[in-house]
T-cell receptor, first 121, second 114 residues
Framework: GAVVSQHPSWVICKSGTSVKIECRSL??????MFWYRQFPKQSLMLMATSNEGSKATYEQGVEKDKFLINHASLTLSTLTVTSAHPEDSSFYIC?????????????????FGPGTRLTVL | KQEVTQIPAALSVPEGENLVLNCSFTDSAIYNLQWFRQDPGKGLTSLLL?????REQTSGRLNASLDKSSGRSTLYIAASQPGDSATYLC?????????????FGTGTKLQVIP
C-alpha cells in the first residue's frame, strides 16, 4: 500500500531556531501534499496544500512566512518552521495524494504520515 | 464553512461491548468521509473510507455508515477489545478550488476496560 514517511519523528529545539520537517511518499508519486497541525487535545487543522513545483496554498490564519513549504519533487515536501517559538510546539502531520485536480475514486485517497512532534523550549 | 462534530467526546466501555461512535457534518456536499484512529502521540491510522455514493463500508469488526442527506456518519465497533482504546476521528473530504479539503472532527476518545 501507499506509505508516507516523516522525518524527524520528534524534535526539540531552542526558541528562535528554524526546524525542517520532511514528508516523503515512499512508493507513489504525490502530486499534492498537505500539512496539518494538531495542538494537544484538539483535532487536526489543515495548514497548507502544496503541489509539486508550485507555491503552497495556505489556510486562513497560517503565516506563510513562518511556515515555509517546499514541494520540490513528486516524492518530497518539506515544512520549515522559521524562528520557532514555544507556541509553535505541536504535532505536525503530512499527507499525500496522487490527485490534486478532478475527483477520482481510485487515486484521490490521502495517505497520512506518522507525524512529527515539535517541542520548542 | 464545514464543521464536523463527534459525539461523545469520550467513552468508556467494558471489553466485549458493541459501541457506536457518531459524526455529524454541516455541509452535505462532501466527496468522501473517512474514519481514523489515533493512538497517543502517534499519527493517523485509516480505518474506513466511504465514498459519497456509498452508504456503508465494513472491515472486520468495524462498520461505518454514511447518510449524506442528514449529515451523519456512524462507526460501529463490534465486540470491543482493550486494543481498540484510542481516539477515533472522522474526516470529511470535499473539493475546493481543485484541491482536496479535509475537515477533521473533534474526536472521540475510547477506552475499553478489560
Amino acid at each position: 500500500g501507499a506509505v508516507v514517511s516523516q522525518h524527524p519523528s520528534w524534535v526539540i529545539c531552542k526558541s528562535g531556531t528554524s526546524v525542517k520537517i520532511e514528508c516523503r511518499s515512499l512508493d507513489f508519486q504525490a502530486t499534492t501534499m498537505f500539512w496539518y497541525r494538531q495542538f494537544p487535545k484538539q483535532s487536526l487543522m489543515l495548514m497548507a496544500t502544496s503541489n509539486e513545483g508550485s507555491k503552497a496554498t495556505y489556510e486562513q490564519g497560517v503565516e506563510k512566512d513562518k511556515f515555509l513549504i517546499n514541494h520540490a519533487s513528486l516524492t518530497l515536501s518539506t515544512l520549515t518552521v522559521t524562528s520557532a517559538h514555544p507556541e509553535d510546539s505541536s504535532f505536525y502531520i503530512c499527507s499525500a495524494t496522487t490527485s490534486g485536480g478532478s475527483p477520482s475514486p481510485y487515486t484521490d485517497t490521502q495517505y497520512f504520515g506518522p507525524g512529527t512532534r515539535l517541542t520548542v523550549l | 464553512k464545514q464543521e464536523v462534530t463527534q459525539i461523545p467526546a469520550a467513552l468508556s466501555v467494558p471489553e466485549g461491548e458493541n459501541l457506536v461512535l457518531n459524526c455529524s457534518f454541516t455541509d452535505s456536499a462532501i466527496y468522501n468521509l473517512q474514519w481514523f484512529r489515533q493512538d497517543p502521540g502517534k499519527g493517523l491510522t485509516s480505518l474506513l473510507l466511504i465514498q459519497s455514493s456509498q452508504r456503508e463500508q465494513t472491515s472486520g469488526r468495524l462498520n461505518a455508515s454514511l447518510d449524506k442527506s442528514s449529515g451523519r456518519s456512524t462507526l460501529y465497533i463490534a465486540a470491543s477489545q482493550p486494543g481498540d482504546s484510542a481516539t477515533y476521528l472522522c474526516a470529511v473530504i470535499r473539493f475546493s478550488g481543485g484541491y482536496q479539503k479535509v475537515t477533521f472532527g473533534t474526536g472521540t476518545k475510547l477506552q475499553v476496560i478489560p
